[in-house]
T-cell receptor, first 116, second 115 residues
């Protein structure tokens, strides 16, 4: 099956710094990528949908200036958590889809962010 | 808006026994339904999907799911559970929103298989 990678897998940072998380589709071109946030033992919260070459569509309640998403190529999307605070600590997961009509999403392994 | 519901936070089953993880859906039109599994500190892995065709869908790791239109359900099943099946299971539906297909996930069900 299709493979999606995320980097880093784990990051610890100080409050006020910015953190960039990369999501790559390794063996297919991802026209659409999704970014999720997951709290412990909770469901996935969709943060935003990004289509290659266009601005991301953010879900209600997600601050677009805080969670910057870039989808510059068909194999790479990045999520930057700007001026991170302890409440931003979470598990961030990306997923990718090969096309609008493709039904199946492929998920990355997730990035654990801890803000001290 | 389309949605899925997973009524159980947790399901406990003994190894070797059959397991069922429940999911019901609410959609307009034909549903596109999915099951994913998440192991600790990992991303989600695709198990199976229903788009059209046979109501019984077979997926990875011996799992299957039965689409029941009259009951609007898509329960995940396995005839004989393994301890290694212990994980978090998510049901999902695809909905069209703002010109794009957006996945909507249930809240997840924790499956615990006891030796």
């Amino acid at each position: 099956g299709a493979v999606v990678s995320q980097h880093p897998s784990r990051v610890i940072c100080k409050s006020g710094t910015s953190v960039k998380i990369e999501c790559r589709s390794l063996d297919f071109q991802a026209t659409t990528m999704f970014w999720y946030r997951q709290f412990p033992k909770k469901s996935l919260m969709l943060m935003a949908t990004s289509n290659e070459g266009s601005k991301a569509t953010y879900e209600q309640g997600v601050e677009k200036d805080k969670f910057l998403i870039n989808h510059a190529s068909l194999t790479l999307s990045t999520l930057t958590v700007t001026s991170a605070h302890p409440e931003d600590s979470s598990f961030y997961i990306c997923s990718a889809r090969a096309g609008e009509e493709q039904e199946t999403q492929y998920f990355g392994p997730g990035t654990r962010l801890l803000v001290l | 808006a389309q949605s899925v519901a997973q009524p159980e936070d947790q399901v406990n089953v003994a190894e070797g026994n059959p397991l069922t993880v429940k999911c019901t859906y609410s959609v307009s039109g034909n549903p596109y339904l999915f099951w994913y599994v998440q192991y600790p500190n990992r991303g989600l892995q695709f198990l199976l999907k229903y788009i059209t065709g046979d109501n019984l869908v077979k997926g990875s790791y011996g799992f299957e799911a039965e689409f029941n239109k009259s009951q609007t359900s898509f329960h995940l099943k396995k005839p004989s559970a393994l301890v290694s099946d212990s994980a978090l299971y998510f049901c999902a539906v695809r909905e069209r929103r703002g010109g794009s297909y957006i996945p909507t996930f249930g809240r997840g069900t924790s499956l615990i298989v006891h030796p």
